[in-house]
Structures are given as C-alpha cells and as structure tokens.
C-alpha cells in the first residue's frame, strides 16, 4: 500500500546522520515513482524530507530535492512529511488556478517557504524549512544493486524443515 501513497514516512530517529541521509535514499529509491512527498523522520523535531519536483510527469525518470524542516516542540512523526506535502498540494492548486484554461502544462515545483504555519489539534505550530544539503540530481534515490528474492536452503535432513 505504501508504493502507492502520496506520502511516506521513515523512521531514522536513532540513526547518525549519514545513516539518515541513507535512509531518506533508500526509501527514495523504492518509492519515488508512487509518492510526491518522502521522509525520514530524525529527531521528534526534525526531519529530512524528498519532494518530487516533476508531479504530473508520470512518464519521466522522478526528480526531486531534499529539505530538513523543524519545529520546536516536538511533534508526530507524520507531521512534517504531511505539511510539505500538504503544501505541494496547495501551490499546485494555485499553480493551476493561474494558468489559462488551455494550458495545463505541469511546472517545475519550486522550493517551500522558509518558514510554514501547521494547525495541529487545534493548535498552531510554527516550522522552518532549510535545504538539507543533500545532492539529489543524476541517479540518487536508484536502486544500487537489483534487489534479489530471499531464498532459504532447504535441507531434508534438517529437523526444521520437516
């Protein structure tokens, strides 16, 4: 079901920070045909997070950049994938209210606010965005090896096979 969500999240909150980049890539590199919008949730307050740039685009190689939003008090692990996502939505409904009913050429996503306003339970909470510092062009986010079928050895002999 997640390969076809819009949104994925990971968890890499106990990881070092190259080990978190590696995760955001990993699961780029699995879901970036069926989501819009990928985390990798770092800290309560913090995550690194992959936006397609080419939505609508479906027939070209995915591409996308890297953000770190932030809060400061710290928040659901969904929440910070959710917001930017949420804002995708939002610039690309005013992205197509803005172009002439003839035109619906998709454009290029641009990058979020630096700043963004999140209603959560009511409450409003204040998140930042910066540039993850992470270079997401040629072949980031594919695949390094094709994955292989885990197999197990079967053995007649062995009691667990039995």
């Known amino acids: 079901m997640a390969a076809n969500a819009s949104v994925v999240v990971a968890d890499a909150r106990d990881q070092e920070t190259f080990q978190a980049h590696r995760t955001l890539h990993d699961a780029v590199a699995h879901f970036r045909y069926g989501a819009l919008v990928i985390g990798a949730v770092t800290t309560p ?3 690194l997070v992959w936006i397609r740039d080419n939505p609508g685009r479906l027939q070209e190689e995915p591409t996308g950049y890297a953000v770190e939003i932030r809060s400061p008090r710290p928040g659901p692990a969904e929440l910070y994938p959710s917001v930017l996502y949420t ?14 009913p003839d035109d619906r050429t998709p454009h290029q996503v641009p990058r979020p606010p630096a700043e963004l306003t999140a209603l959560l339970h009511r409450t409003q909470r204040q998140l930042t965005v910066r540039d993850a510092d992470l270079d997401t062009s040629g072949d980031w986010g594919r695949r390094r090896t094709v994955p292989q079928r885990h197999s197990e050895p079967f053995d007649p002999e062995d009691p667990l096979f039995r």
């Open 45 to 47: 307050r913090s995550a």
């Open 87 to 100: 804002w995708l939505r939002w610039w690309d409904e005013q992205n197509r209210n803005s172009l002439p």
